[in-house]
């Protein structure tokens, strides 16, 4: 039986890494892509807020929530000076129209421009691990 470590800022550089790879290659798997590009945001604001003192492993909490959800629940959350830096990502534009579900879905979504907007809003996540 195999153990992970997780490590948020290393899987949210690994997702955007991986994604980086299917938006260029030859044949672009853009639904892939945007996929990864959200899970590399979401690992990046857990990142951002795993070590602040309001946050909770609890299930109903901000830790296991995805996009849109994870916006609604940090809105709910964040309070004192971490709020500033998380606060941008709340907004409801922020990752708009990407979900989990998207894993399941038939392969012919996002479009080209929103798969640059997700693209754009998972750097913003990434750039603030650093």
């Not at 690994?14 to 892939?32: F, G, M, Q, V």
């Not at 996929?35 to 909770?56: H, N, P, V």
């Amino acid at each position: 039986m195999s153990q992970f470590t997780s490590n948020m800022t290393k899987a949210s550089h690994r997702n955007w890494a991986a994604a980086e790879r299917l938006r260029s290659a030859e044949a672009p798997d853009r639904t892939t892509a945007g996929y990864l590009y959200g899970i590399a945001a979401e690992c990046a604001i857990k990142a951002l807020y795993r070590d602040m003192s309001w946050t909770t492993d609890s299930k109903d909490g901000p830790v296991y929530a995805h996009f849109p959800e994870i916006k609604a629940k940090l809105r709910d959350s964040i309070v004192g000076r971490g709020a500033a830096q998380l606060v941008r990502f709340t907004d409801q534009r922020y990752m708009e129209g990407w979900a989990i579900k998207i894993r399941y879905s038939d392969g012919t979504r996002p479009d080209a421009a929103t798969l640059e907007k997700w693209r754009d809003d998972a750097d913003a996540a990434r750039s603030a691990l650093q």
